[in-house]
């Protein structure tokens, strides 16, 4: 039986999480790029703590089987690249609380087929190249407004 990957998280003293790690292959031996060993690797979702202030750059770069995210209400900002390469990644919620998406913050994000922005009073800030790589199967962004 092989076991699901313990989620590391680095987060600095002033709530910016840097970096996030976790074996998605489970120690295998494996070409992450070799789409026929799907059934073995680890698809992984990951919540992010509460005292979690910013992600920062590059926090989940490449982390090509992540598949969920959970962004808490406490997140101001997403940076540059911070979910680039998340190749399964299939959908994010943007709570009103993130006020900045950085460049290429989901870059290469093939698998997304959903954004939701909870905030439209647009008092948010998206980079032109946030969704660089993905945009052609985003199905639906939607801006929702929080009671």
């Known amino acids: 039986m092989i076991n699901k990957p313990k989620v590391i998280f680095t987060i600095s003293e002033s ?20 789409e026929e060993i799907t059934d073995v690797i680890h698809k992984t979702s990951v919540v992010i703590p509460d005292n979690v202030t910013s992600i920062g750059d590059r926090a989940f770069y490449d982390k ?8 808490p209400n406490s997140v101001t900002s997403i940076g540059d690249e911070a979910f680039s390469d998340c190749y399964y990644l299939e ?3 943007i709570p009103a609380s993130v006020t900045v998406i950085g460049s290429r913050a989901f870059c290469y994000c093939e698998g997304l087929t959903s954004v939701t922005v909870i905030n439209e009073k647009i008092n948010i800030n998206i980079t032109d190249d946030a969704f660089f790589g993905c945009c052609i199967n985003i199905k639906n962004i939607k801006y929702n407004t929080e009671d």
Not at 64 to 71: D, S
Request: hydrophobic share 50%; glycine share 10%.
């Open 15 to 34: 709530g910016v999480l840097e970096n996030v790690d976790f074996d998605d292959t489970a120690g295998l031996d494996v070409d992450p790029d070799f």
């Open 64 to 71: 090509r089987w992540l598949i969920g995210v959970i962004i």
């Open 91 to 93: 959908n994010i919620t």
